[in-house]
Structures are given as structure tokens and as C-alpha cells.
């Protein structure tokens, strides 16, 4: 028998050792007067990122607000990570976000989780000033002091920083789940490719039968 007989990515959840996070869901790449998108004429939203966000209003998000009410009905953690440097410059933020241009300062507009998905009192928001949540933020101490075993990933965007936090988590021995349609990217195309390379580090369900396990 070899090491990896039995063992399986696709194990339901159990509420005292699972926690769910969204990735960035916050008015800078959310809202159209967000900072990512503020600038850009109305043509080229109406083009460009019309897919984006339609899948917004119309799934990902209602999708999040039943994942998030699901899971605090449950009594399982719910926790948040969104793009917020530590500075008001960005001088923190990683380089690739330099060279990118994203700098999210600190205690903005942009950096709040939106309205829709606003987080109690007592659940765990974390700022990051990179891709990856387990990067630029101490995520893997805070889960751990939780209990927390398998996570549950849902948000922005899907091939970007959702899929960083997939590898991330799933390298440092976490079981991770992945929401297919509480996450959203800038095309179908981008979504469904990422779905299919990010697979063998996850397992992939939807928000209705993800809510029909932890009900």
C-alpha cells in the first residue's frame, strides 16, 4: 500500500475544523467607482468588463451573501482578506503590485469589504498587499489557532488571487474548497480555465450543495 491510498481532497466539511474566507471583495474591484475601475471611460466598461460584472450582481455575490449567512447559521468561522496596504503610500505593498499600479491605502474607501458582505464585529478581516493572503498576512498562525483544517475560498478574482490562496493553502496542509460560483474573473473563458488548472489542489463544489452539506 502506498502513502496516498486513502487519502482524498474530496472530504465534507466539519463545522469545528472549517472556515470560510472571501478574497477581496471590496469596493476597489467592485464597485465601478472603485479605484480599479474609476478611471475607465464607459465604453470600455460596457465592453471590456460587462461579463464581469454582470457575474457579479447576478451570481457571485448573491452566492457569497447565502455562503456567508450559511455558514455563521452553522456557526463556522468567517473570515476576509482584501487588498490594503499597511502604509497610506503603498511604500509596503509587494513589488508586483508596484509594477502593477495597485495601491489600496490605508484605512480607504477601497479597501472595505462591501457593503453587501459587511462582517460582524467578531470576524476576521485581514489586509494584504499581495496575491496571495498567505503572503502578506499571518492567515496560516490565525487559522491554526482556530482549529482550522479545511478552508473554504470564495471571491476576486478567480485566476489571480483566489488561485494563489488555493496553492498556498493547500501546500501548507490545509484541505481547501473552492466555490466555482461564488468566485468570478474578467471572462468565462479566464473562470472556467482556472477551474480546470487549479483542480488538482482543491476540491470544487457549488454554493447550493456546499450549503446542503454544512446544513
Known sequence: MTAAEGLTREVPLVAAEAALLFIDVQNFAVKRDGAEFKDIPDAEIATKYAYYFERLKSLAIPNMQKLQAAFRQAGIEVLYTTIESLTKDGRDRSLDYKISGFNVPKGSWDGKVIDELEPTDDEIWLPKSSSSVFVSTHIDYILRNLGVKQLVIAGLVTDQCVE????????????????????????????????????????????????????
Open 164 to 215: 494563489s490562496a488555493i496553492r498556498d493553502a493547500c501546500d501548507l496542509g490545509y484541505l481547501v474548497t473552492e466555490v466555482t460560483d461564488a468566485c468570478a474573473t474578467y471572462t468565462q473563458e479566464r473562470h472556467d480555465f482556472s477551474l480546470r488548472a487549479i483542480k488538482g489542489y482543491c476540491r470544487q463544489v457549488t454554493t447550493e450543495e456546499l450549503i446542503a452539506e454544512i446544513s
